[in-house]
Nanobody
Framework: VQLQASGGGLVQAGGSLRLSCAAS????????IGWYRQVPGKQRELVAA???????NYADSVKARFTISRDNAKNTVSLQMNSLKPDDTAVYYC?????????WGQGTLVTVSS
């Protein structure tokens, strides 16, 4: 499985961005796709995840602001980020998990200016 992330950029506080993660390869094995983020000096943290059945999980810090969605036909997962805050500034990574394996996409930088 290979993942291609896109959609990062610079936005002012209060603005919105949409990240996309396109999966290729043996995508039928994927159970869950998630978005993680990391800032220098800190551990990578889960932002949101969605299972192939549509169950979602969000970090408390992004609930009610971010929405994760999945298009199984197109093998893509999107993260709609609204009401962005400077604390959301990070490199965002998508991750796919399956039985006894996982894969990471390349990071995409999100910068939120105050």
């Amino acid at each position: 499985v290979q993942l291609q992330a896109s959609g990062g950029g610079l936005v002012q506080a209060g603005g919105s961005l949409r990240l996309s993660c396109a999966a290729s390869g043996i995508t039928s094995r994927i159970n869950t796709i998630g978005w993680y983020r990391q800032v220098p000096g800190k551990q990578r943290e889960l932002v949101a995840a969605i299972s192939n059945g549509g169950s979602t999980n969000y970090a408390d810090s992004v609930k009610a602001r971010f929405t994760i969605s999945r298009d199984n036909a197109k093998n893509t997962v999107s993260l709609q980020m609204n009401s962005l805050k400077p604390d959301d500034t990070a490199v965002y990574y998508c991750n796919a998990r399956w039985f006894q394996g996982n894969a990471w996409g390349q990071g995409t930088l999100v910068t939120v200016s105050s």
